[in-house]
């Protein structure tokens, strides 16, 4: 039997997504979400949370980030006309990495949902964690899928978190770096992204330099630790934890979207032979709320160990701090942050992704940059990255 939680946890799912297929031999697996959901009953961890079946998004919801033009035509095609649609298939990087299957728009709506909801929950007290194991796609940019992803709910979660907290971080474990996510809030510095992911050698996104901090309000904002193949468990968390107490101590964000993914490069050998210690790592008690946005992996057999490993893969609050009197009033702002931007390329991926620049609702004061340029200190101290 689990020890009782004091946190309030949210738990979304819906069973439909597991019968998501991409297709033969593509390397994403929505039925790991049902295997991960029978270890959540199986261990009792449900007598713990509240479960919910996530809604779907409505289109304007998804266009609060994305071109209106892309929801409209990820909600028409279909399978039986890709055909026809060639030209803008290929304008919207659809096609092999980024198929289009049965019930595409139905699992953007139901993944997306859950994690809107999720941060509506933490913003109005009724939550202090939100697990949503369906999200996490945070390669998805503007006007275009990458890298098996479609809709990005993270961008979507953060700006409904931002109506209520004037600092959202946002922290992505995944062996990939959060691309489409720091690239919608490059140029703020409401939102701080800290990406942990091996880098080089052509790795896909190819993004995530450690010299990439941001630009203009967002300079410094941007925190990427690139890593190399080889590293275990021990140097991982060497790395991790004081990067991660550096950023929370200097940023104090009011609440942490963090996204993470059970990959087969993390327990193959590759970037580190266990998941234990790197999911323990995470489990940081400084911060009011968390939004828990847990990614898709590809390949089930490492799902037990990823998520109930001596680390539990959620992220935790210690003081239940609820959003600031007034917060709500930045729903305006946050609405508008996000607009067109730049083309910028990556360093070994597609070059000329779409980059999102962003308007900010703080003074340089409230952030204190000077204070956050700290963090990266800390980083250059490492000699494996």
Known sequence: MPKQSKDRISYFYDAEVGSVYYGPNHPMKPHRLCMTHHLVMGYELHKQMELYRPRKAHPVELAQFHSEDYVDFLARVTPEHVSENLQQLQRYNLGEDCPIFEGLFNFCQVYTGGSIDGATRLNHGLSDIAINWAGGLHHAKKREASGFCYI?????????????????????????????????????????????????????????????????KGKYCSVNVPLRDGIDDVT????????????MEMYKPGAIVLQERASRVLAGGHLGGALRGHQGSVLFR?????????????????????????????????????????HGRHGPAARGVLHQGRRRGGGGGRAGEQQGQVTTGLSRRQTNKNNIKRCFSTIHSFSFL
């Not at 992996?297 to 001596?310: I, K, M, N, T, W």
């Open 236 to 247: 991982f968390q060497r790395i991790f934890q004081p990067v991660m107490r550096k950023v």
């Open 286 to 326: 400084q911060i009011g709320q968390c939004h828990h946005i847990g990614e898709r992996g590809s390949h089930p057999d490492l799902v037990r160990e990823a998520y109930f490993g001596q680390g539990s893969g959620h992220c935790l609050s210690h003081d239940g701090r609820q959003p600031q009197e007034g």
């Open 152 to 216: 990005n709910d993270l961008v979507l979660a953060i700006l409904e978190l931002l109506k209520y907290h004037p600092r959202v971080l946002y922290l992505d474990i995944d062996v990939h770096h959060g691309d489409g996510v720091e690239e919608a809030f490059y140029l703020t510095d409401r939102v701080m992204t800290v990406s942990f992911h091996k880098y080089g050698d052509y790795f896909f996104p190819g993004t995530g330099d450690v010299k990439d901090v941001g630009e203009k």
